[in-house]
């Protein structure tokens, strides 16, 4: 079936309309009708090719909210009707160790991203949520508890809530843990909501002074101007985690001296030219780690969504009609957004 989205046919070329076909739904297939579409940073660097690979006509979009309107015979976990959700990742080898572990982001095999992936589906690459419609194999569809009126708050949790909640629970964030949070963007503003939740004690850092009353309305106990050598020395040696959301190239050195022995600095951000190398004598002298984090699996993230219904936690957004992307993208490589841009699919049809 043909739907209507919005995509690029060029890195240089701007978003516009185009018809794209989703798949009739199989046995195992959930068929759901979009209704709000949050906008990732990644969603910039694949669009305009600075990752490199990106594949034409490129739909971008993997933050996915809306309705279930078919399932396949097969299907049982899903009705017409459902409220869904679809994140970064629509497949996976579903064999291997990291997937027999439910952390299909690791499959040794390569997961299948939302888009920009290839997929035996026209036109042989994945298309994401920049459109009306998505088809999705169950098993990496997500139920969504929040009420219908926070639906499109809810889309950025598929991205940035659970690339910030997964770290934090493999890290053991939790009450008597002192968390630092880098950036207070769409990443980090999650990261901030989701540490103060989880019951630690959390500081944010941030380059701007005119962001601090922000952060601490967003659950931060204490916000420290990482630019003040003062603020940031007064933290030295006492955080048992830090999580870094920044994806811009930085000194990684100022945060690990802040880590108490034992302590993990946990990069989320890819950042465009390579950190600055860190000093490794901080490392070694401390046994401090500096450590990775990807997304999530389909297991975390749907606990991170029922944890986020239970503790009424939504993304602070902003919403856009889909002829606005290209604006958006404008302002979201200025940071000029608090703290994400969320497209109200509707106006695909309009």
């Known amino acids: 079936m043909t739907v209507k989205a919005y995509g690029a046919y060029a890195a240089d070329k701007p978003l516009e309309p185009i018809a794209i076909a989703r798949r009739a739904p199989g046995a195992h297939d959930v068929q759901i009708e979009i209704a709000y579409c949050g906008v990732c940073h990644s969603d910039l660097h694949q669009v305009r090719s600075e990752w490199g690979g990106t594949i034409y ?31 970064c990742m629509v497949d996976s080898c579903q064999h291997c160790a990291s997937c027999a572990d439910g952390l299909e982001q690791y499959c040794e095999n390569g997961f299948t991203g939302t888009y920009n992936f290839p997929t035996l589906d026209a036109p042989g690459h994945t298309l994401g949520g920049y459109s009306q419609r998505i088809v999705v194999d169950d098993k ?8 219908e009126a926070q639906l499109a708050a809810v889309a950025p949790l598929l991205c940035a809530g659970i690339t910030t909640w997964s770290p ?11 968390v ?7 990443l980090g503003h999650m990261g901030v909501k989701l540490a103060h939740a989880l019951g630690a004690q959390v500081v944010a850092f941030t380059t701007s002074e005119s962001k601090r009353a922000d952060a601490k309305a967003l659950g931060a106990d204490e916000v420290v101007v990482s630019r003040n050598a003062e603020e940031m020395a007064a933290h030295a040696g006492s955080f048992d985690f830090i999580l870094d959301t920044v994806a811009a190239s930085h000194d990684l050195d ?14 989320v951000g890819v950042p465009e030219h390579a950190h600055p190398s860190p000093d490794v004598s901080a490392l070694i002298f ?3 780690a500096i450590a990775g984090s990807l997304i999530g699996g389909i297991a975390e993230t749907q606990e991170m969504l029922d944890f986020c219904a239970a503790h009424g936690i939504v993304a602070d957004i902003e919403m856009i009609r889909i002829e606005q992307i290209d604006e958006a993208y404008e302002r979201m490589q200025r940071s000029d957004v608090k703290y994400r841009f969320v497209i109200d699919n509707a106006t695909l049809a309009g």
């Open 168 to 178: 934090l629970r493999h890290w053991q964030v939790g009450p008597g843990k002192k």
């Open 254 to 267: 100022a945060f690990t001296a802040l880590l108490k022995r034992d302590g993990t600095l946990t990069l």
């Open 140 to 147: 990496f569809v997500l139920k969504v508890t929040h009420p």
């Open 180 to 186: 630092g949070i880098v950036g207070i963007g769409g």
């Open 286 to 288: 401390g046994r401090k």
């Open 57 to 87: 006509p490129c739909v971008p979009g993997h933050e996915i909210v809306g309705r279930v309107s078919a399932v396949g015979d097969d299907v049982t976990r899903f009705a017409v009707g459902d409220l869904v959700g679809v994140g």
